[in-house]
T-cell receptor, first 114, second 113 residues
Framework: DVKVTQSSRYLVKRTGEKVFLECVQD?????MFWYRQDPGLGLRLIYF???????EKGDIPEGYSVSREKKERFSLILESASTNQTSMYLC?????????????FGEGSRLTVL | GDSVTQMEGPVTLSEEAFLTINCTYT??????LFWYVQYPGEGLQLLLK?????DKGSNKGFEATYRKETTSFHLEKGSVQVSDSAVYFC????????????FGTGTQLKVEL
């Protein structure tokens, strides 16, 4: 089974702190994604990556950056956390050939910024 | 751009009741359509999909039919169980869209005994 592991299930940070959210997948997938999930807004794409060292902006990249130094790992970075970044963050991956349409999700990281 | 609209929740049903969660989409061309489910404390997982008009996706007693004429992909189940309580997301993927999905806002389903 594909496993997508997010390093922290729950985090509490203070405004202005730098925050790292880590995601690792074990199925050699080329594509990786970061979404945030908010009530009433569903899932919104922050960034995605098609390969090592490649990254593309999603729909809401402001205030975020990403890093993909290894194929299996995709990190989301909040350079200076703000209260409006309090949310659930979901990582997902897919193989390069997206014929099944199936995204494989991690369990999520719930971030609270005080 | 592409968008997906689904009915707001929460939807509360008694066990064995019939379920419908409405989903409509707007897209250029003919996207693939999906339903994902998120059980409490878990990530999303694919429930079913349809890739062309009139296709019916089905899984775990759930069904959804790709209706091009009404741009809809409504989720149905004939008899829900308490274990079906979850949040359901409708999603679309444009052909040639680079593996990106557009999600609806999600509908929370609560099934009571």
């Amino acid at each position: 089974d594909v496993k997508v592991t997010q390093s922290s299930r729950y985090l509490v940070k203070r405004t202005g702190e730098k925050v790292f959210l880590e995601c690792v997948q074990d199925m050699d997938h080329e594509n990786m994604f970061w979404y945030r999930q908010d009530p009433g807004l569903g899932l919104r794409l922050i960034y995605f990556s098609y390969d090592v060292k490649m990254k593309e902006k999603g729909d809401i990249p402001e205030g975020y950056s990403v890093s993909r130094e290894k194929k299996e790992r995709f990190s989301l970075i909040l350079e200076s956390a703000s209260t409006n970044q309090t949310s659930m963050y979901l990582c997902a991956s897919t193989p390069r050939v997206f014929d099944t349409g199936e995204l494989f999700f991690g369990e999520g990281s719930r971030l609270t910024v005080l | 751009g592409d968008s997906v609209t689904q009915m707001e929740g929460p939807v509360t049903l008694s066990e064995e009741a019939f379920l419908t969660i409405n989903c409509t989409y707007t897209a250029t061309g003919y996207p693939s359509l999906f339903w994902y489910v998120q059980y409490p404390g878990e990530g999303l997982q694919l429930l079913l999909k349809a890739t062309k008009a009139d296709d019916k996706g089905s899984n775990k007693g759930f069904e959804a039919t790709y209706r091009k004429e009404t741009t809809s992909f409504h989720l149905e189940k004939g008899s829900v169980q308490v274990s079906d309580s979850a949040v359901y997301f409708c999603a679309s993927a444009a052909r040639g869209g680079g593996n990106k999905l557009t999600f609806g806002t999600g509908t929370q389903l609560k099934v009571e005994l």
